[in-house]
């Protein structure tokens, strides 16, 4: 019903691009994208209605905005909590 990822630094491309069009392709009615490494911002964003290898829908929220799941799950997910990305210089600590 939903499938999740987290991008880390390293795979935020991959999941933005291949794992979509896999979760799309596989059917998966949800895939809900945890991207702190978003190019406009850390973000979360809903890919919903997927057919044809890909998804007629997507939602896209900045962490600290809640963010709809619809049935079966007919909730608001909180993104206040989740973790930015670590800055240059708390990386080299």
Do not use: C
């Amino acid at each position: 019903m939903l499938a999740v990822e987290i991008t880390s630094r390293g795979n935020a491309e991959t999941d933005r691009t291949e794992e979509l069009r896999g979760y799309a392709n596989a059917a998966v009615p949800l895939y809900l994208l945890v991207d702190s490494w978003h190019p406009n911002g850390a973000a979360a964003t809903l890919f919903e209605n997927s057919g044809n290898g890909t998804y007629q829908r997507h939602t896209t929220v900045p962490f600290g905005k809640p963010i709809a799941l619809p049935e079966p799950f007919d909730l608001e997910l909180d993104t206040s909590e989740f973790p930015l990305p670590a800055t240059a210089a708390e990386e080299d600590d």
